[in-house]
């Protein structure tokens, strides 16, 4: 099956600061999403970006599906941005999960 | 709040026992979707239903089934449960109408101790 892999595992920013968080993938899919679970567990899923750049107040996410890899950028953090941050890749009638990267803000 | 509910919270049970989960989509949502997180697998895609019939299945046991319901809700059925079972088990619904793994929207989960 399809592997996914994120980038950094864990993360520990300053309030304030910007960060790249990463998706790779390893066969075509059909599309990518992108996912934040907050630290009471709350999922949410924040783009659905199968190719291409979308953008959400601070946070953006490009999604280069030939080269098999998606970026999710969060720029000024806040405290708020804590949490496990998920890509997910669906291809034909599956949906797989990386292993997820750990932001910690600090204030 | 997502407009998605799940009941119950919390489930406390043994190895051997039969739970049912049960998930309510937002209003107007006619899919739904159930999730597995585990500390062992992380998080894992189990079944995906639309208006009633099941369109994916991902990595969900033999001992596990689901179903959807005409006024859409869904439930997820969990037998012969092992202590590996114990995970936190997300639904989450979207409106599903052109696109399949559109935006979902998720649940609060359903934390399933199997002692």
């Known amino acids: 099956g399809i592997q996914v892999e994120q980038s950094p595992p864990d993360l520990i920013l300053q309030e304030g600061a910007n960060s790249t968080l990463r998706c790779n993938f390893s066969d075509s899919v059909n599309n990518l999403q992108w996912f934040h679970q907050n630290p009471w567990g709350q999922l949410i899923n924040l783009f659905y970006i199968p190719s291409g750049t979308k953008q959400n107040g601070r946070l953006s996410a490009t999604t280069v599906a030939t080269e098999r890899y998606s970026l999710l950028y969060i720029s000024s953090s806040q405290t708020t941005d804590s949490g496990v941050y998920f890509c997910a890749v669906n291809w034909d009638n599956d949906m797989r999960f990386g292993a997820g990267t750990r932001l910690t803000v600090k204030p | 709040d997502s407009g998605v509910t799940q009941t119950p919270k919390h489930l406390i049970t043994a190895t051997g026992q039969r739970v049912t989960l049960r998930c309510s989509p937002r209003s107007g949502d006619l899919s739904v979707y159930w999730y597995q997180q585990s500390l062992d697998q992380g998080l894992q895609f189990l079944i995906h239903y639309y208006n009633g019939e099941e369109r994916a299945k991902g990595n969900i046991l033999e001992r596990f089934s689901a179903q959807q319901f005409p006024d859409l809700h869904s439930e997820l059925n969990l037998s012969s449960l092992e202590l590996g079972d114990s995970a936190l088990y997300f639904c989450?619904?979207?409106?599903?109408?052109?696109?399949?793994?559109?935006?979902?929207?998720f649940g609060p989960g359903t934390r399933l101790l199997v002692l």
């Open positions: 989450a619904s979207s409106v599903g109408v052109v696109v399949a793994w559109e935006t979902q929207y």
